[in-house]
T-cell receptor, first 112, second 112 residues
């Protein structure tokens, strides 16, 4: 099955700075890459996703980039705010395979 | 309100007991999933279903079983709970091409 690796496991940033989380995947057939955010004690929620026919996608302060050749994708958060503090999970799935393989998660802490 | 519901929210039981974790969704989603997660850690897929009378085991081996007799209901059963089963269990659902997973609030299970 698909293997997703995520780095770093923890990330501390100063409020207003940018945060970058990187993930690699093993199966070149994977074509869907979502990112989920899980705040403390809450359920994971989708924040952004990208499909393999697109190289970059933005939504306000968050963006995701995909490099299919290198089989890696990244989440970028700009102008970080305290409410960005959470655990972020990347994931991948293959076409016609309706299962997500998740990375191990990155705990992001935004320092005021 | 359309949502995905899990009960109980917390469960503390003794070793050897049989338990069933309930999961129901009112969104008419065809796909449902069970994930096991230690706090803030990786999400491990243990069971999934793509429709009524369809169930499959996930990537993480689990001694639990599931059933899907109705579209909206996807209960998980442990015949004989052990301390190693202590974890959080998250139920999720999706429709169509896996554009978005909706997670329940989870059941925190503690086996003494």
């Amino acid at each position: 099955g698909e293997n997703v690796e995520q780095h770093p496991s923890t990330l501390s940033v100063q409020e207003g700075d940018s945060a970058v989380i990187k993930c690699t995947y093993s199966d070149s057939a994977s074509n869907y890459f979502p990112w989920y955010k899980q705040e403390l004690g809450k359920r994971p929620q989708l924040i952004i996703d990208i499909r393999s026919n697109v190289g970059e996608k933005k939504d306000q302060r968050i963006a995701v980039t995909l490099n299919k050749t290198a089989k890696h994708f990244s989440l970028h958060i700009t102008e970080t705010q305290p409410e960005d503090s959470a655990v972020y999970f990347c994931a991948a799935s293959m076409a016609n395979d309706y299962k997500l393989s998740f990375g191990a998660g990155t705990t992001v802490t935004v320092r005021a | 309100e359309a949502d995905i519901y899990q009960t109980p929210r917390y469960l503390v039981i003794g070793t050897g007991k049989k338990i069933t974790l309930e999961c129901s969704q009112t969104m008419g989603h065809d796909k449902m999933y069970w994930y096991q997660q230690d706090p803030g850690m990786e999400l491990h897929l243990i069971h999934y279903s793509y429709g009524v009378n369809s169930t499959e085991k996930g990537d993480l081996s689990s001694e639990s079983t599931v059933s899907r007799i109705r579209t909206e209901h996807f209960p998980l059963t442990l015949e004989s709970a052990r301390p190693s089963h202590t974890s959080q269990y998250l139920c999720a659902s999706a429709v169509g091409g896996l554009e978005k997973l909706f997670f329940g609030s989870g059941t925190q299970l503690s086996v003494l």
